[in-house]
């Protein structure tokens, strides 16, 4: 089993940034590929970051691309999703995922989940 937390929510203005922070606890040890998803009030929840076990291999989002950087330091089992040049679509609860062996961006292939953080960018 492998527990997530999440943190580094909060409430900001466009164009600022954020670091969110994934903390893992549990069978940690074997460096599990991990993503980032958030939902928006009304919509389901979609892909934001993924991260391969050994940090070598990312993935992103066209609508984050180049704005959002995914990063981890497994000697403290943490995911990190920095958020730059933030968007008020970029509002939603941001949650962090992981799985013993799939690296992608379906959301159902990924067996373990966080409770979640809230982003909020006004205008």
């Known amino acids: 089993q492998v527990q997530l937390e999440e943190s580094g929510g909060g409430l900001v203005q466009t164009g600022d940034s954020l670091r969110l922070s994934c903390a893992a606890s549990?069978?940690?040890?074997?460096?599990?590929?991990m993503g980032w998803f958030r939902q928006a009030p009304g919509k389901e929840r979609e892909f934001v970051a993924a991260i391969a076990g050994s940090g070598g291999s990312t993935l992103y989002a066209d609508s984050v691309k180049g704005r959002f950087s995914i990063s981890r330091d497994n000697a403290k089992n943490t995911v990190y999703l920095q958020m730059n040049s933030l968007k008020p679509e970029d509002t939603a609860v941001y949650y962090c995922?992981?799985?013993?062996?799939?690296?992608?961006?379906?959301?159902?292939?990924?067996?373990?989940w966080g409770q979640g953080t809230q982003v909020t960018v006004s205008s």
């Open positions: 549990g069978r940690t040890s074997l460096n599990y590929p």
């Open positions: 995922a992981a799985d013993t062996s799939y690296y992608g961006t379906n959301l159902r292939e990924y067996d373990y």
